[in-house]
């Protein structure tokens, strides 16, 4: 009910929409109406009341709500159910319960807050309330176990894409699941299966997006190394847009790869990372490695050639461009 009232108010931009229109469409009361009206003004929206002309919309938060993000999504699949929460200790632990209720593939948690918002390896991911963007998609792809990294790869090209069309912002990618902007961390990307044997169930793909964060917003302990959009252009940014941007973008690349498989993926992942031809170092369980990154192979490894001509496979690593050249 109120999805549609929003996207009454939204689709008459600046004009008035009257209170016979909106009980008609939604088949309810005038009192029933101002009753949808006045929840909406509560959870942020600033909306005119004129009589003999109707409702309009003057301002609508900068929320990550259902009503946002629909009333502003393009794609088909993705993102059409959203599961919203104010608070969540962690996206993906929704998204990871959502795949295990049978969840149609594209279901999208989002909430506006995370307290315990992780990382890979056990770490943390920082999620404060109100200025990013922390989310979690529901795929379910019928491909190999080892095929799903690729499917980082694709995120990291759709999310920087969408940065690209909503912001302006050029950001790079580096392997395998960060994105940065002047060099420091914007968004992070988790994935996580849900298998039995060799067989995928759902993949779940957790985005966590730094948007309009300011400096001084960043915890101690990252703020030489995060970054959000609004910290590094000024300007603030709508998080539902972005959101909405997202799930067209990986919607588009996802109906490629499912059908034509990684060429044209890898090749638009690889105009956009900033590792590939570089020394790095990359760092992983197994200990440190440095070299030369040569490329990435069809399934998405990091292949490192090493000082004596060897070359390796990396299958997770943190990467530390060591020299520009
Ligand atoms: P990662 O292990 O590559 O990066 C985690 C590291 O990044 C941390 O140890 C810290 O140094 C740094 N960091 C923490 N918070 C931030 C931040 N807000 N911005 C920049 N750097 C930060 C990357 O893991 C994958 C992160 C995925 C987060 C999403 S949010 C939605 C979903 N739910 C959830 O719990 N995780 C994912």
Not at 59 to 71: C, G, M, N
Not at 81 to 98: D, G, I, P, R
Not at 234 to 242: D, F, I, T
Request: proline share 2%.
């Amino acid at each position: 009910m109120k999805e549609t009232l929003l996207h009454m108010l939204k689709a008459k931009e600046n004009g008035y929409v009257s209170g016979q229109e909106i009980s008609n469409v939604l088949n309810c009361s005038r009192t029933a109406v101002w009753k949808h009206v006045s929840e909406l003004r509560s959870a942020g929206y600033e909306i005119e009341a004129v009589q003999k002309k109707g409702y309009r919309l003057l301002r609508s938060p900068d929320a990550v709500t259902p009503e946002e993000i629909l009333s502003r999504l393009k794609s088909e699949k993705l993102g059409k159910k959203v599961v919203y929460h104010t608070s969540l200790k962690s996206t993906q632990e929704m998204a990871h319960l959502e795949a295990a209720k049978n969840a149609e593939e594209g279901v999208l948690v989002v909430a506006d807050e995370q307290t315990g918002g992780r990382g890979r390896l056990g770490r943390s991911w920082h999620s404060p309330a109100g200025t990013g963007i922390w989310m979690s998609l529901v795929l379910k792809p019928r491909i190999a176990l080892q095929k799903a990294p690729q499917l980082t790869l694709l995120t990291a090209v759709g999310v920087v894409r969408a940065i690209e069309k909503e912001t302006g912002l050029a950001a790079d990618i580096k392997w395998p699941n960060d994105i940065l902007l002047n060099g420091k961390k914007i968004v992070g990307i988790l994935t996580e299966l849900q298998a039995e044997a060799d067989q995928i169930h759902s993949v779940i793909i957790g985005m966590g997006m730094n948007i309009n964060q300011k400096k001084e917003h960043f915890p101690e302990d990252i703020a030489a190394i995060a970054t959000s959009l609004s910290a590094e252009s000024g300007k603030e940014y709508s998080r539902a847009g972005l959101i909405a941007a997202v799930m067209l973008e990986l919607e588009e690349l996802y109906k490629v790869y499912l059908k034509d498989g990684f060429g044209l993926i890898k090749l638009l992942w690889e105009s956009r990372a900033q590792s590939l031809g570089k020394r790095i170092t990359a760092r992983n369980l197994n200990g440190t490695l440095t070299g030369f990154a040569k490329g990435i192979t069809d399934e998405g490894v990091l292949l490192l050639e090493d000082d004596e001509g060897m070359v390796h496979s990396i299958y997770s690593a943190d990467i530390e461009i060591t020299t520009t050249t």
